[in-house]
């Protein structure tokens, strides 16, 4: 399965931000699962790497996010996502739009976000990482 993994789950891991940190983890975790395959956009990263560098500096925050890079396939942001994005007339937030054409565009099967109500135009589904993990238990 492709998951998109949005930024605020990625900040929670980078932060340690608890209640949402094991969460969070749980999800990346399935990077390592030959059955999921996680991707997350470079916004995404871009984003996580702003919160995790005032937190913990530059040299740290750019040893993490190496290290998601190493296990999470970065989608792309190009001239055809930014023009699905702008023109999607459903799009409000011009972010959330480039995260969702992003996964897409990379055959993402669902997006797991703790903020699902950005992507209520979505027509893949969307999952809070909770939701997420509780569904993946009832399938094994």
Do not use: W
């Not at 209640?19 to 399935?30: G, M, Q, V």
């Not at 890079?69 to 023009?83: F, G, L, P």
């Not at 480039?98 to 669902?110: D, F, I, N, P, T």
């Amino acid at each position: 399965m492709k998951i998109f993994v949005d930024a605020n789950l990625l900040v929670a891991v980078l932060n340690r931000e608890y209640p949402l940190y094991d969460a969070a983890a749980r999800i990346l975790s399935l990077a390592n699962q030959k059955n999921h395959h996680l991707y997350t956009s470079p916004l995404c990263l871009a984003i996580a790497f702003y919160f995790a560098e005032k937190k913990s500096g530059r040299k740290s925050a750019l040893g993490k996010i190496q290290k998601i890079a190493d296990y999470i396939s970065v989608t792309t942001i190009d001239d055809e996502i930014t023009r699905k994005s702008l023109n999607n007339s459903k799009v409000e937030d011009f972010e959330d739009g480039l995260e969702y054409h992003s996964a897409v565009k990379s055959g993402c099967e669902c997006i797991i976000t703790e903020d699902q109500s950005d992507f209520y135009f979505s027509e893949i589904p969307v999952y809070g990482s909770s939701d997420f993990l509780n569904i993946l238990s009832t399938k094994k």
